[in-house]
């Protein structure tokens, strides 16, 4: 976990002069003045992610963490001004469960990220509620930037510009994502998957989607533990991450 203090400087100026910043960010944990208080981020974090865990994203509010800290909902205000910081919080409190002694890189790019979204699937699967929060209101705390930096760090040796290798790894971040999510809900949707198997199935046979028919009839062996189907998929995600893009 990380740290009671937050690593981004307290002066950071606010985008609007007069406003207080959006991003919380851009906001100081504490001003230095008075005694210290109760509560961190970190420690509001870990209630928010520890109900989420338990109940869903859903069952997380202000509320619910107040009183799983002790503490009454108004006064968590004055740590975590809105709910969306909230969330912001506890996207970066996974990201900062990311085991990077064991993540140094080698020199070859294909292996490091093998081995980078292994370590954020294993996080997301600990976590069911953050692929979706991921998707949809992606983290910039501290924990992810680390995250950022090294991805760019393995793959400085591919030869692609700065601008690639940030495509590469929204392209990587959203593929972990999103299956990630796909385990969960197919683990949750066993008949739902019966079901759609069936039903693809009879509509390959109909005659009316002739490729489809054509692709199951080519198609080899079952797919698979999901381990093994996400091993292969990623191979796929990777190569295209890394092919450079032809200029016009």
Not at 155 to 181: H, I, K, M
Not at 211 to 234: I, M, Y
Request: aromatic share 6%; glycine share 8%; with cysteine.
């Amino acid at each position: 976990m990380p740290s009671e203090e937050s690593p981004h400087s307290d002066s950071a100026p606010a985008a609007f002069p007069g406003e207080a910043p959006e991003l919380i960010w851009l906001r100081p944990e504490r001003t230095g003045r008075g005694p210290r208080p109760a509560h961190s981020r970190t420690s509001i974090a870990a209630a928010a992610i520890a109900i989420a865990d338990a109940e869903g994203l859903d069952a997380v509010s202000m509320r619910r963490v107040a009183s799983a800290l002790g503490a009454g909902t108004m006064s968590l205000y004055n740590y975590v001004p809105k709910k969306e910081h909230l969330l912001d919080l506890m996207l970066d409190a996974v990201a900062a469960e990311y085991d990077y002694t064991a993540l140094t890189p080698t020199g070859d790019c294909r292996t490091d990220l093998r081995r980078l979204a292994h370590e954020q699937l294993a996080a997301l699967r600990r976590h069911p509620w953050a692929p979706a929060l991921v998707i949809a209101r992606p983290g910039l705390g501290p924990h992810a930037l680390r995250y950022t930096d090294h991805f760019l760090a393995v793959t400085e040796p591919s030869g692609l510009d700065g601008t690639a290798r940030l495509e590469a790894l929204a392209l990587l971040n959203g593929f972990v994502c999103q299956y990630a999510q796909y385990e969960r809900t197919a683990a949750a949707g066993a008949k739902w998957q019966a079901e759609l198997a069936g039903y693809l199935g009879r509509a390959a046979a109909s005659g009316a989607y002739p490729h489809l028919a054509a692709a199951f009839a080519t198609a080899g062996a079952p797919a698979g533990d999901p381990d093994t189907v996400f091993d292969r998929s990623l191979d796929r995600v990777i190569t295209a991450a890394l092919a450079p893009v032809e200029q016009p």
